[in-house]
C-alpha cells in the first residue's frame, strides 16, 4: 500500500532472536518476498544483559554476550550463515549488507533518480552480487559483464 502511495519504505528484521529457528527464518523470508517491501536490512541478534531478553536467558538456554552468543534453537553462526543466504533467496526486494539503503536512496534522489530508477539500479547491483557469488564459486558466466554494461547504461 505504501509503494501504491508513491512512499518508499524498508522493512528491519532480526536474525536469531532467542526463539527463532530455521522455519521461522523462511517464515521471514516469505514475508519479504510477499510484501512487496523494496528494501530491506537484516540484523544479527546483539544479546546483552541489560536486554529484556536477558530475564528470559536461563529459560531460553541463552548464552554468550554481543555478537558471540547461543540459545535453544540457533546459535550466531547459524543466524549469520542464515543471513548471508537472504540476497538469494528474495529476490523482489533489496538490501545492502551493513550500508544503510536510506542514505544511498537520499544521495541517488538528490542527484536526480527517480525511484523506479534507483529501485532498478538496486535490482542490478544485487544481481551482479548473485553473479560475482557464482562466478567465485567456480561457475563462469558472461552474466556478470552483461550486469555491468547495463549498470553503466543506467548511471548518469
Keep these: 500500500m505504501l509503494l501504491d502511495h508513491g512512499i518508499e519504505s524498508r522493512g528491519s528484521?532480526?536474525?536469531?532472536?532467542?526463539?527463532?529457528?530455521?522455519?521461522?527464518?523462511?517464515?521471514?523470508?516469505?514475508?519479504?518476498?510477499?510484501?512487496?517491501?523494496?528494501?530491506?536490512?537484516?540484523?544479527?541478534?546483539?544479546?546483552?544483559?541489560?536486554?529484556?531478553?536477558?530475564?528470559?536467558?536461563?529459560?531460553?538456554?541463552?548464552?554468550?554476550?554481543?555478537l558471540a552468543w547461543q540459545h535453544h534453537t540457533m546459535d550466531s553462526v547459524q543466524a549469520s550463515r542464515l543471513m548471508s543466504q537472504m540476497p538469494e533467496r528474495i529476490d523482489h526486494s533489496f538490501t545492502d549488507g551493513q550500508a544503510y539503503v536510506e542514505e544511498i536512496?537520499?544521495?541517488?534522489?538528490?542527484?536526480?533518480?527517480?525511484?523506479?530508477?534507483?529501485?532498478?539500479?538496486?535490482?542490478?547491483?544485487?544481481?551482479?552480487?548473485?553473479?560475482?557469488?557464482?562466478?567465485?564459486?567456480?561457475?563462469?558466466?558472461s552474466e556478470t559483464e552483461t550486469i555491468l554494461r547495463e549498470l553503466e547504461n543506467r548511471v548518469r
Design 13 to 66: 528484521f532480526i536474525v536469531g532472536y532467542p526463539g527463532e529457528t530455521v522455519d521461522t527464518f523462511m517464515e521471514t523470508i516469505d514475508f519479504i518476498n510477499e510484501s512487496g517491501l523494496p528494501y530491506y536490512h537484516p540484523y544479527l541478534f546483539y544479546y546483552t544483559g541489560n536486554t529484556l531478553v536477558h530475564q528470559e536467558r536461563e529459560a531460553l538456554g541463552l548464552r554468550g554476550l554481543g
Design 105 to 141: 536512496y537520499k544521495l541517488l534522489r538528490g542527484a536526480g533518480y527517480s525511484p523506479p530508477e534507483i529501485r532498478a539500479l538496486f535490482r542490478l547491483k544485487r544481481a551482479l552480487q548473485l553473479s560475482i557469488k557464482k562466478s567465485q564459486a567456480g561457475e563462469p558466466s
